[in-house]
């Protein structure tokens, strides 16, 4: 009996330093904003470090064996995925650290679940438009009921995350609690989301993001799986939602600015009161001209506009022109064989240049009328509007990572780091900074704080009134060229000091900081579908036979575009049939040949049709009829089309 008391003790003590453990951490230090932008800035001086290399496991390793464990009793789901609908979510690749995961409806636990696979190793966020699922019972949302759980080789993995609720007019961002599941014991769990603070409302676009931000696995990042999502309202009840309801475009949802086939843009004005215009099919709508917009319209500007229509076609109309009433950007879908907008490859952002409308209108805007006016060739509505300076649009390739810069602080307030030895070797003419980042206006540049010329903002653009060059933004990444920073800070990296900040004009939190040479992708407005899906392991090939009209497109000035993922995030092209021999184009030095590489960005891969006639020769009957895809990791192609420019 006494020994049992005694061991009792110990174990009783041992949970209680556990405990104490668990529960202990640093809190983050705060930041203070600059409300004097000229003065000196304090530093953030931190050496980053460095994870610890993990062995990569065999196929046999990989394999997943879950125990049968069933969640908590549960109330009725509102979604539970046995119809296999789940257009209503959508990878969020614009936060921190996000992976370009898969989604699918896969079998788990004895039913059907959403899976969400891990591409790359990073955070997963798995969005759900809440309110395109329950319309306007959607303010009636007090509590969230999902059961997750995550797979892995290592059945002693821990996993954890939390629920984002983007909610009321203005999608302000609420955190709701965090989740976890340990593998060996609680796989899947319930996780209960008290979101009574959220305020979601019943008109606009609210939505929630499902995060897995914390891994401990010592094998491979694990999978996520979601199932039996229930709403509640203030009273328990379950509310129904809609399955076959479609994420769409809600406002401020990164991960779905697909700016395949586009021109970058800079120094970007928005077009007041276009954020709700629709009409039906060769129906026109449109809203007149604010003074910044028509300032904004000129030589080297571009039109973009955010829209949803059942044709994915999009163009303007100048109905006021002196010209006359003219579509532009129309192509051939009106049989007049015009030039075409530009479209990205999700088919809901379209842009017009300045030269295309003036080809058409005359290049004086003064005498293109006082409106734009929009329209497709089936029902359609426009979300926004904006007018910007045509930029590239970079794909980095041979980038170094800045390790260890993730930081955030005010508004028109520094932070940044001692920058790594072969990041600032990696700094040379024709190579890009990459800035992975949000802020609250959209705006990010770099301060080199302890420049030899002095304190120098480098991309500010005319935030701070100095009117010099902007820095390429997104909203999600933003491009400062080793050319911008010569100019301000001279040629030589050694006189550009120790430390590299960021800032914005806004609250601002940078994610990621990388560099590389700074290929650009190509816009183009006309596609030709090659009917790719493949898939396969690392350096295992797999493609399509081209037509003999798939093979007359390429020609100079084509490229091939893909849409892919890959483990490590490139993708190049294989011809095997080719005259010279089995060829890989666009490998880069992953093969140690040290040819030149694809142009990608881990979701969009181009190779242009000089990149393969500089290897193969320009006589395409050389190339062979067969195009394959390869990586040096796992790998899987999507889509595939030769773009060009009509």
Known sequence: MKKTKLATLILVCAMMVFSLVACSGSSEEKKTADPAPTETPSTVETTPSVEKEEATPTPEAAKTTLPAVTPEPAVAPSID??????????????????????????????????????????????????????????????????????????????????????????????????????????????????????????????????????????????????????????????????????????????????????????????????????????????????????????????????????????????????AGWKRVGVGDADGSGQEYAYVNGKKNTAQVTFEQIAAICGDDVSTWGSQIQCE??????????????????????????????????????????????????????????????????????????????????????????????????????AYVTYEDLAKYCGEDVSTWGTTMQCESDGNWEVYGVRVGKGDSFVATNSHLDLGATASAGAWAQAGVDLTEDQIAALVPGSVIDVEYASETGELWLVFPGAAKGWTRVGVGDYDGSGQGYSKFDGRHCQVTFEDIAEILGEDTTQWGATLQFEASSNWSVTAASIGSVK
């Open 376 to 477: 497709s060739d089936t029902d359609w509505a426009v979300t926004g509007v904006k007018v910007g300076q045509k930029a590239p649009a970079y794909a980095l390739t041979h980038a170094v990572n800045f390790e260890g810069f993730q930081t955030s602080a005010g508004a028109w307030a520094q932070a940044g780091y001692t920058m790594p030895e072969e990041f600032k070797a990696a700094l040379v003419p024709g190579s890009v900074v990459e800035i992975s980042y949000k802020s609250d206006t959209g705006n990010m540049w770099i301060v080199m704080n302890e420049a030899q010329a002095g304190w120098m903002r480098v991309g500010v653009g005319n935030a701070d009134g100095s009117g010099q060059g902007f820095a390429i933004c997104d909203g999600s990444k």
């Open 81 to 322: 995925f046995e119809d296999g609908n789940f257009a209503f979510a959508a990878v969020d690749t614009g936060r921190g650290g996000a992976d370009n995961s898969t989604l699918e409806v896969v079998d788990f636990n004895g039913s059907k679940a959403l899976k969400a696979t891990n591409v790359d190793g990073k955070n997963m966020f798995v969005a759900f438009n809440l309110s395109a699922m329950l319309g306007d019972k959607l303010a009636d949302v007090k509590e969230i009921r999902i059961d997750l759980g995550t797979e892995n080789a290592d059945k002693f993995a821990s996993t954890s995350g939390r629920l984002y609720c983007m909610a009321g007019e203005d999608n302000k961002e609420y955190k709701a609690n965090e989740w976890s599941v340990y593998i060996e014991t609680s796989n899947p769990k319930t996780a209960k989301f008290d979101v009574t603070k959220a305020g979601f409302i019943g008109t606009g676009e609210n939505y929630i993001v499902l995060s897995k931000e914390t891994d401990n696995s010592k094998t491979t990042p694990s999978n996520l799986l979601i199932d039996n999502i229930a709403f509640l309202d203030g009273n328990g009840a379950t509310i129904e939602a809609n399955s076959a309801a479609e994420f769409g475009n809600p406002a401020g949802f990164a991960s779905v600015d697909d700016r395949s086939n586009l021109f970058a843009l800079t120094n970007v004005v928005n077009w007041e009161g276009y954020d709700s215009v629709s009409a039906g099919a060769w129906a026109q709508a449109g809203v007149p001209f604010t003074d910044a917009v028509k300032e904004a319209l000129v030589p080297g500007s571009v039109i973009e506009i955010e829209y949803k229509s059942e044709s994915g076609n999009m163009w303007i109309v100048m109905n006021e022109s002196a």
